[in-house]
């Protein structure tokens, strides 16, 4: 079935630094997919999505791109902060059977030191 | 705030037990779906409702049911609850059932002891 890989966590940085998180999927067909993220003690945030193949989503400076040659949706931001301490999930929309579930990876957490 | 509500926040109760956990979509979606998270098994799709009808399964147990009723709030019914149930259970809502966007609600945190 459809599956999704991203990097073992934990990631750890300091203020202003790049960052990327790689993610790579299995999927038949052309899934969306998205990236969430969840802060301590809360819920999923839709942190960005893209369609189709080529698309960029980006939201809070932060971006990725949907690479079908490379199966592939990397989430980068340039300049991170504090306040992105956060665990990120990539997911992919799984649409067998009419339905959209959501298949996704086992979460990066990543930490932001001042 | 996604708009999507979850009842209770928190629920502690004992092996053998029957619990039931609520949802309220966010305005106008008919789409509800219900997840679980837990340490060892990571983010799983368990069930989905639309506009009342059972949509699709995924690695949802015999022992857990659930349904959506008219007004399109979901119930999830946990019952002869084990140790391994213990995990956050999330609901999210969409519009309809196609490239929508899911927003997920704040979770239902189940300890079973």
């Known amino acids: 079935g459809d599956s999704v890989t991203q990097m073992e966590g934990p990631v750890t940085l300091s203020e202003e630094a790049f960052l990327t998180i790689n993610c790579t999927y299995t999927a038949t067909g052309y899934p969306s997919l998205f990236w969430y993220v969840q802060y301590p003690g809360e819920g999923l945030q839709l942190l960005l999505k893209?369609?189709?193949?080529?698309d960029k989503g980006s939201n809070k400076g932060f971006e990725a791109t949907y690479r079908k040659e490379t199966t592939s949706f990397h989430l980068e931001k340039g300049s991170v902060q504090v306040s992105d301490s956060a665990v990120y999930f990539c997911a992919l929309s799984d649409r067998r059977g009419g339905s959209e579930k959501l298949v996704f990876g086992k979460g990066t957490k990543l930490t932001v030191n001042p | 705030d996604s708009g999507v509500t979850q009842t209770p926040k928190h629920l502690i109760t004992a092996t053998g037990q029957r619990v039931t956990l609520r949802c309220s979509p966010r305005?106008?979606?008919?789409?509800v779906y219900w997840y679980q998270q837990s340490l060892d098994q990571g983010l799983q799709f368990l069930i989905q409702y639309y506009n009342g009808e059972e949509r699709a399964k995924g690695n949802i147990l015999e022992r857990f049911s659930a349904q959506q009723f008219p007004d399109l709030h979901s119930e999830l019914n946990l019952s002869s609850l084990e140790l391994g149930d213990s995990a956050l259970y999330f609901c999210?809502?969409?519009?309809?059932?196609?490239?929508?966007?899911?927003?997920f609600g704040p979770g239902t945190r189940l300890l079973v002891l």
């Open positions: 893209a369609t189709k193949a080529d």
């Open positions: 305005s106008g979606d008919l789409s």
């Open positions: 999210a809502s969409s519009v309809e059932t196609g490239r929508e966007t899911q927003y």
